[in-house]
């Protein structure tokens, strides 16, 4: 199981809140006034997060492809860091197997 301790200590919950959003935009009919959009969001963000608000939802002012790309990236880099965390929780019979992997 992950430690969710995780998500109150660190920026990954803003992170991962600033993916979603651009990639429901990407997917999206196009939108007049993003610039509002993101205004409207840190606004909402404040209003509604019970942890500490330093999360700055970015808008990536990027292409559709290159935010599949870059969301790629990204998700894979994920995978790594969330595997680093949970090493040591691996058994040690299945080390082997995880280390064979990498």
Do not use: G, H, P
Request: glycine share 0%; hydrophobic share 35%.
């Amino acid at each position: 199981m992950i430690n969710a301790d995780i998500l109150l200590n660190n920026s990954k919950w803003c992170e991962y809140l600033c993916y979603f959003i651009n990639d429901n935009i990407k997917n999206s009919e196009i939108c007049n006034d993003l610039e509002q959009l993101y205004t409207e969001l840190d606004k909402l963000k404040i209003y509604y997060s019970t942890l500490s608000n330093n999360c700055i939802i970015s808008n990536f002012k990027i292409t559709k492809d290159v935010f599949v790309k870059k969301k790629k990236l990204y998700l894979l880099s994920e995978i790594l860091f969330w595997i680093k965390n949970e090493y040591e929780s691996i058994s040690y019979v299945e080390q082997d197997k995880y280390n064979e992997f990498f």
